[in-house]
């Protein structure tokens, strides 16, 4: 069973820039996985933010609505997915999750095969 490990939270100001990052909680290769990051804010629904295919075909897909839209950015190599988040503002306070699964579309859309336990990204002055 994949156990998936989200790390890079922390305490920003406005404007800020943080790096999340996704990994295998034993190490191994997350290569053969697609993989999505999602957010669960105060108040509101999990949303997804974005999603990657496996290395094969690492095209980054952006499923978020307009509230990240341009700011964060899907990355990744053969250990972890990266989620590069750029001009941090308070609305993006919440907890941070990545999800896996062997097909793209799953990984986006769900039932994901596994779950991180999230980080939390607090962005306040």
């Known amino acids: 069973q994949l156990q998936l490990v989200e790390s890079g939270g922390g305490l920003v100001q406005p404007g800020d820039s943080l790096r999340l990052s996704c990994s295998a909680s034993?190490?191994?290769?997350?290569?053969?996985?697609?993989i999505g990051w999602f957010r669960q804010t105060p108040g509101k629904e999990r949303e997804g933010i974005h999603c990657?295919?496996?290395?094969?075909?690492?095209?980054?897909y952006e499923i978020s609505g307009r509230s990240v839209k341009g700011r964060f950015i899907i990355g990744r190599d053969k250990k972890s997915v990266f989620l590069d988040m750029n001009n941090l503002k308070p609305e993006d306070t919440g907890i941070y999750y990545c999800?896996?699964?062997?097909?793209?579309?799953?990984?986006?859309?769900?039932?994901?095969?596994?779950w991180g336990r999230g980080t939390q990204v607090t962005v306040s002055s």
């Open positions: 034993d190490g191994v290769s997350l290569e053969d996985y697609a």
């Open positions: 999800a896996a699964d062997s097909d793209l579309l799953t990984a986006c859309r769900g039932p994901q095969r596994s």
């Open positions: 990657i295919g496996a290395s094969g075909s690492a095209r980054g």
